[in-house]
């Protein structure tokens, strides 16, 4: 891949400059100016719990202790013991002696098993960063003061606790799915019903179409238990539905009441999120005895400080699939073009990792990085350039890409989310308007895979990820804890409170060595040596003992020929 900035970035944007659009954690964005420059001040600002911005005095020597204390209390996991400082907790029922849920009632006690070291200590803890940057110019440093002093930041770990703070023959639990679709919800929805019966409950509900079907008086909840999911996830979708759009906070923690629900699941992205922490809030408000806990669902990955959201790798599987049509479309074609527009919001996280997996792509376009169509740095130039050197090319563009250079939508959907302009279509049409005013024959094939990335089932990866975060969900619940979601850091499993994942969306960041190492996965043809390197392949592909010789033969032909044709 010929990366952006050797080809089509404009003027500035070199990849050793950091730019500032959002995508540096909050401790790192803080200390950028508005050109993106780090900024060599001793007075910075960090984040609070409420997100208002709390001054840190670098030159107070206590400053770090003083930084850590304020993180201790901004990742501090709400637990029922907040408002009900009386709770009793009880030894945990969840035990393996309890997977045959064949108990009917505990009047006999709750079964144990003895000597059983699975329980995670409260104060057990996950190291949150586990890179130390020795200075700022690092590859994706993430630094909180001016000289990148180490600083531990730990978060809570996730798992089953010794004590328990809900009886389960008085848990009712109700699960409910809503935003998108994203392969793996009912791998989700599988794991903690059967957690919960590991536990002894028996009450399981699912509210149809999201947050709809909390107020929406024709949609029944519908019974769940270990015999109705058994096998949900061997197919994709979820099957409690989903919805965007709903009642309002207040109307659902009413039926929360309603239906003597205190136990709730939420699955869902930064939106589903925003609900289920006011939800918490509504339920502390009203002095409920309520856990909310949140499972992060988004094939977008747009989810801060977790190593990935569960249905993002089978969406990147998905869409190399189409990645991979494309480039085999383009490569057959005379003068082939080969666009695939895929899912993501404002992040680029499927099409930065579609491209490294599918190392097919010759141009990828995400959000985070902003580039041209048309003059000497756009991509159209550069595809002129390489329809001449290799012949075909192919084009991977998140959806979210290249808004300014398109004419808004201002529509927004049921939930308040901005419909993005179709800037995969729009850059089809600008191709074929280009060669045909330059005179050159391209075959433009134009992919847009968009609901068929996540309309599957979840792959092996994601449906291990799924059963750990839907058990992990559980735990926390029972442990106490509401107004948490679960994800994983440095591969290990945390409680984290809602508003510090969800304060902005996750985005790719361009100095990450992550997008470097997409930039630079499949180089081919640099410009400087274009025809060095074009015939070094030539060469390469004509001596191919899989039969590429005639495709050798005909690039040589295209190449004349453009040479005619192309200034
Ligand atoms: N700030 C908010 N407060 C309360 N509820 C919200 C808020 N934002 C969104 N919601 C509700 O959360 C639900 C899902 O939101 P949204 O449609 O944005 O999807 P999402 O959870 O972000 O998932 P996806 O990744 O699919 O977009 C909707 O029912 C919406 O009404
Ligand atoms: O279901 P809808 O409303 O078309 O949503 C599409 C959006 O949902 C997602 O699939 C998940 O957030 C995005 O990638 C995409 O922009
Ligand atoms: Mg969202």
Redesign the pocket.
């Known amino acids: 891949m010929v990366t952006l900035s050797h080809a089509i970035a404009p003027p500035g944007l070199g990849l050793h400059r950091r730019t500032s659009h959002g995508f540096s954690p909050p401790s790192l964005r803080l200390l950028t100016t508005s050109s993106g420059v780090a900024k060599n001040s001793s007075r910075v600002f960090a984040q609070s719990k409420s997100h208002s911005r709390q001054q840190i005095d670098f030159s107070d020597p206590d400053w770090k202790s003083k930084f850590q204390k304020d993180f201790e209390k901004r990742f501090n996991i709400p637990h029922i013991t907040d408002v009900f400082p009386d709770a009793v907790p009880i030894p945990s029922t969840f035990c393996l002696q309890m997977r045959t849920p064949v108990i009917e009632n505990f009047a006999g006690g709750y079964p144990s098993d003895e000597e059983w070291h699975g329980y995670i200590n409260n104060n057990d803890r996950v190291l949150l960063k586990t890179i130390y940057y020795s200075s700022h110019t690092s590859a994706g440093a993430e630094c909180i003061d001016p000289n990148c002093t180490w600083v531990e930041q730990w978060v809570h770990r996730a798992g089953p606790r010794e004590k328990i703070y809900f009886k389960p023959e008085e848990v009712k639990a109700a699960i409910v799915t ?5 392969p793996g919800l009912n791998d989700v929805i599988r794991q903690i019903v059967i957690t919960l019966e590991i536990y002894g409950v028996k009450r399981i509900v699912g509210i149809p179409y ?3 079907g909390f107020s929406d008086k024709e949609l029944a909840e519908m019974a769940l238990s270990r015999k109705v999911v058994q096998n949900v996830h061997l197919s994709g979708g979820s099957l409690l539905g989903v ?4 009642p309002s ?1 207040s109307d659902i923690v009413d039926s929360l009441e309603e239906r003597g629900i205190n136990m709730v699941f939420i699955l ?8 289920a922490d ?1 939800i918490h809030n509504e339920c502390r408000k009203r002095q409920l005895r309520v856990a909310v806990v949140g499972v992060p ?4 990955n ?1 989810i801060l400080l977790m190593d990935k959201t569960f249905g993002f790798d089978t969406a990147v599987e998905e869409a190399q699939r189409a990645i991979n049509s494309a480039y085999i479309e383009a490569h057959s074609a005379y003068h082939g073009v080969g666009i695939v527009k895929l899912m993501g ?1 404002s992040s680029g996280f499927i099409a930065m990792h579609a491209s490294l997996a599918s190392g097919q792509i010759d141009i990828c376009l995400i959000p985070e990085v902003p580039f041209q169509i048309h003059g000497p740095h756009g991509i159209l130039h550069h595809l002129k350039y390489l329809i001449q050197t290799k012949g075909s090319a192919v084009v991977c563009v998140a959806e979210g890409a290249g808004q300014n250079l398109i004419e808004k939508t201002n529509a927004t ?5 901005m419909v993005f302009g179709d800037i995969g279509v729009h850059i089809q049409q600008e191709t074929k308007k280009y060669f045909k005013e330059a005179g050159v024959p391209v075959d433009v094939k134009y992919i847009d895979p968009t609901y068929m990335i996540r309309a599957c089932r979840a792959n092996a990866s994601d449906g291990i990820l799924c059963a750990v975060l839907g058990q992990n969900a559980v735990h926390g619940a029972f442990a106490g804890y509401s107004g948490i979601t679960v994800g994983t850091c440095n591969t290990h499993y945390v409680y984290l409170p809602i508003p510090e994942v969800i304060s902005h969306p996750r985005l790719v960041d361009p100095n990450s060595r992550m997008w470097h190492r997409c930039l630079t996965s499949t180089v081919k043809i640099k410009k400087e040596n274009a025809t060095i390197n074009s015939l070094v392949e030539l060469m390469k592909e004509s001596k191919s003992k899989n039969g590429s010789e005639v495709r050798g033969r005909r690039h040589e032909e295209t190449k004349k020929r453009e040479e005619e044709d192309l200034t």
């Open positions: 809503c935003g998108g679709l994203c999201g947050y709809r919805s965007r759009g709903g906070v869902g992205g930064n939106g589903t999120h925003a609900g006011a669902k988004t094939i977008d747009d919001r959907d049921a939930s308040g989310n």
